[in-house]
């Protein structure tokens, strides 16, 4: 049965054997600074304290700037339609694993921002997993913000809208919303630098996450009450990936070019685009390219092919049924008519095809980070062995393009 109620249970929960916790991690008072979602394996907790998908109506502003439609009218139909949905995560929940976690960096998609792929980053914390869901400051994101501190003169004018929380009286949010292609912009131009910044922001996170798990004292902005010291000797850091979404695709192709402490990397329906033909033959770790049936076309396909290699594993398969909006946590959020109406919903089922992505990725991240666990169950997926999967892709590639 479609989720047509909003309800919390809106997006589905892990299907791993752990118990997921998230907490937000912000490095500086900085737009230059670290900003990410960790989702990590936790203690069962009674009642779970689930917090909000969307994390404040700024978001949706951003949202309605992105798809140009009107603030006023899109805060109510997005708080309408999502306001009430939780994610399938315990806010702030004390770490618990019994082994050292493989860690995963993951990028999100042009508009979006680090909350709306929890479907994804929950289901690879209940395997085991530690992931950080960055959000951008390239002005890639539908909305970010980092929190200043207060100039003098703000100090001194009463008036200026303070942060919520008197511990943070000195301190504003500062939002930086999406930016549109100026009339006569060079797009490569734009996206090319913006795919460099969210490596470094990629690569950033990561260097975080190796000093936190060094047990070097670390500062978080956010004032929470998750004990971060707990995750001290926590992490596997020879089992690093990269995982992407569309523009965040195109991130981890360029993360792993960067950084070799990346073994390997999953682009899920990535756009090519930002990229730089250089850089193709740089990258050495193994790929997996995971396509929806409907965004992908000749040209993005072909520039996925010049990564091909005789020997660095580089897979790809298609998700029969599947639009772009499959894998963000949209797909769930809706009944299947608005949600097939609005592109958020394929034909196939939306749970159905989160499913074959994930189990997918994991056989794929089993395989190059050398994990010991079950995953290889679903190395036949990677191959495309199943009803609702295609091996490559299902885009007739034109001979010149070839
Ligand atoms: C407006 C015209 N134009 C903007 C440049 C295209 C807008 N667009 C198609 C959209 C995103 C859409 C969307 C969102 C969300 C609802 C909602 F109603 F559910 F909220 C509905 C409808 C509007 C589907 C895309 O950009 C597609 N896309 C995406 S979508 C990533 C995303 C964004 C916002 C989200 F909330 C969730 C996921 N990530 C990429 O990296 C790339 C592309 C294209 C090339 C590279």
Known sequence: MGNTGSNHRGIP????PNAVGCTDFMMDHTAQGSFFRLYYPCQETAKPDRPDWVPCVAYFNGLADFMKINRSLSERIFNYLFGSFKIPASLDAPFKSNEKCPVVIFSHGLGAFRTLYSAICAELAS?????ASVEHRDESASATYYLREKTESEKADKTVSITSTSAQDTLIEEWMYYRNLQHGENEFTLRNKQV?????ECILALDKLMEINSGIPVQNVLK?????????NSMDLCRIAAVGHSFGGATVIEALCKDVKFKCGVALDAWMFPLDDEIFPRVKQPIFFINSEKFQWAGNISRMKKLDSAVIQRKM???????HQSFPDFTFLTGNWIGKLMKLKGEIDSQIAMDLCNQATLAFLQRHLGLHKNFDQWDALIDGQDPNLIQGTNVTLLQSAI
């Not at 929960?13 to 791993?16: C, E, F, M, S, V």
């Not at 460099?196 to 470094?200: I, L, N, S, V, Y």
């Open 13 to 16: 929960q892990g299907k791993g």
């Open 127 to 131: 395997q085991g997993f530690i992931v």
């Open 196 to 200: 460099k910044q969210r490596a470094d």
């Open 224 to 232: 929470s009450k998750f004990d971060w010291t707990t995750l001290e």
């Open 317 to 323: 398969i298609t998700i029969r049924g599947t639009v």
